[in-house]
């Protein structure tokens, strides 16, 4: 049984999320009531899970986005731009945010899908002309890098409210996500394609695997979803700023890997990813609930991706041998 579940995609984000927490419990001293009420983590999760989980289907495709880091401010600064400085109703700045989302996503699938140049070069070249599009664009609209918001009720209750006093909303729309792309990832022939393009995109394509829409869909996916964090985040904290956002790049990479995804496409899960989000969450944020420096946080994750790397490595080629016996 054990063997069974060691062949599983998430088996390596499971063992990871065990061991981080019985590190902070044995060595930290953290209680365990304490460190699943605290709500630092699990915003910080929640933020960072949504981002994840989208760039994790990417790679698992085959490809990479990296331009996250700039559409996360890039939809803070359209809500706020829109319905903050001009004044137009929230859900004229909402649109304008994830249609941005959805426009640099197009850009970056068609580019990849067109051309020879890979997806790493391409979302970065995107990365630095939005981070450059969005300053500039903030400074010759409203004349300063950071623009106020005063989002409606509605629009609080649904993307900025603060459940129970400190929980971010933005954790019921990550859970939701993970449930409805889980689904579709595991359930439907659209995650089997998923997964065929991830071995071979020749090979897919030649079975009759729509490859060139799966990997433009794959990208507006990720794009929206960056936007749709920086949308929430502005309407939580009533402003945008240009800068923010970077860290999501090696934060959601680092947490694909934990959750079982191979940098080589074809191999992981969304309850991985889910759960990866989580366990680099709480080595994060755990380490400021026990006396341990708080430098030592950087050595944690990269131990802690190191031995998710070997691991999943380990996990693919159990997998592979029980499904060549079979």
């Keep these: 049984m054990f063997t069974a579940f060691l062949r599983r995609p998430e088996a390596g984000s499971i063992l990871s999320l065990i061991a981080v927490t019985a ?8 209680s365990l009531t304490g460190l699943a009420g605290a709500a630092s983590w699990l915003n910080l999760a929640a933020n960072l899970g949504i981002v994840a989980i989208p760039v994790g289907l990417l790679m698992i495709a085959g490809e990479l986005d990296i331009s996250i880091g700039a559409m996360i401010p890039a939809g803070s600064m ?3 731009i829109l319905s903050g400085h001009y004044g137009l109703p929230i859900w ?3 649109a304008g945010a994830l249609g941005l989302g ?8 068609v580019l990849t899908v067109r051309t020879s140049v890979p997806s790493l070069i391409i979302t970065l070249a995107t990365l630095v002309a939005m981070q450059g599009l969005v300053l500039a664009g903030s400074v010759l609209l409203t004349g300063n890098a ?12 649904l993307f900025g409210q603060l459940i129970g006093g400190s929980h971010q909303v933005i954790i019921l729309w990550w859970v939701g996500f993970a449930l409805v792309v889980g689904f579709v990832v595991h359930r439907t022939p659209t995650g089997n394609w998923l997964f065929a393009m991830g071995g071979d995109k020749a090979s897919a394509r030649n079975a009759g695997i729509p490859v060139s829409r799966m990997t433009i869909g794959l990208f507006v996916l990720s794009a929206v979803a960056a936007s749709f964090v920086g949308m929430c985040g502005a309407i939580q904290f009533n402003s945008a700023q240009v800068s923010g956002g970077m860290g999501y790049i090696f934060n959601a990479i680092v947490s694909v890997v934990v959750g079982g ?12 990813i889910f759960i990866g989000s989580l366990t680099f969450a709480i080595v994060s944020q755990g ?5 341990i420096d708080r430098n030592w946080s950087n050595l944690i994750i990269g131990v802690m991706l190191l031995a998710a790397v070997a691991m999943n490595e380990s996990f693919r080629k159990l997998a592979l041998s029980s499904a060549s016996r079979k």
Excluded: R
């Excluded at 950071?146 to 609080?156: F, R």
């Excluded at 380490?287 to 006396?291: A, E, N």
């Design 23 to 30: 590190f902070f419990v044995v060595f930290g001293g953290v």
């Design 78 to 80: 359209t809500v706020a």
């Design 92 to 94: 004229i700045g909402m």
């Design 102 to 109: 959805a426009l640099v996503g197009l850009v970056n699938g």
């Design 146 to 157: 950071s623009v106020p918001l005063n989002a409606p009720g509605w629009a609080k209750f």
């Design 261 to 272: 995804v191979l940098l080589t496409g074809g191999f992981g899960s969304v309850t991985g």
């Design 287 to 291: 380490i400021y609930f026990t006396q």
